[in-house]
């Protein structure tokens, strides 16, 4: 079992920068392969980032490449989302997330889930 919980979302004007953390107990933290993930109201969960175990190999999705950076210190079984250049449509609740084995993006790839955290990102 992992429990994950998120912290560091919150308001920000367009163009500013949040850092997301996610912090993991139970086994195993560095033996999982963690993502973020977020939902706008009315719309379907959606891959944002992924990180595997050792922090070496990463994923974005077109919409984070470029903006956001994905890391995760094993020390602190702690992951986390630098998000720079904000903008309105990144507006979500940002959910972290684990699964064993290799980097994937599918929501159902993933078996946990923290509560998630809310940004919001005003015009």
């Known amino acids: 079992q992992v429990h994950l919980v998120e912290s560091g979302g919150g308001l920000v004007q367009a163009g500013g920068s949040l850092r997301l953390s996610c912090a993991a107990s139970?086994?195993?933290?560095?033996?999982?392969?963690m993502g973020w993930f977020r939902q706008a109201p009315g719309k379907e969960r959606e891959f944002v980032a992924a990180?595997?175990?050792?922090?070496?190999?990463?994923n974005y999705a077109d919409s984070a490449k470029g903006r956001f950076t994905i890391s995760r210190d094993n020390r602190k079984n702690t992951v986390y989302l630098q998000m720079n250049s904000l903008k309105p449509e990144d507006t979500a609740v940002y959910y972290c997330?684990?699964?064993?084995?290799?980097?994937?993006?599918?929501?159902?790839?993933?078996?946990?889930w923290g509560q998630g955290t809310q940004v919001t990102v005003s015009s």
């Open positions: 997330a684990a699964k064993r084995g290799v980097i994937r993006i599918g929501v159902k790839d993933y078996n946990y």
């Open positions: 139970g086994s195993s933290f560095n033996s999982h392969a």
């Open positions: 990180i595997n175990w050792s922090g070496d190999s990463t």
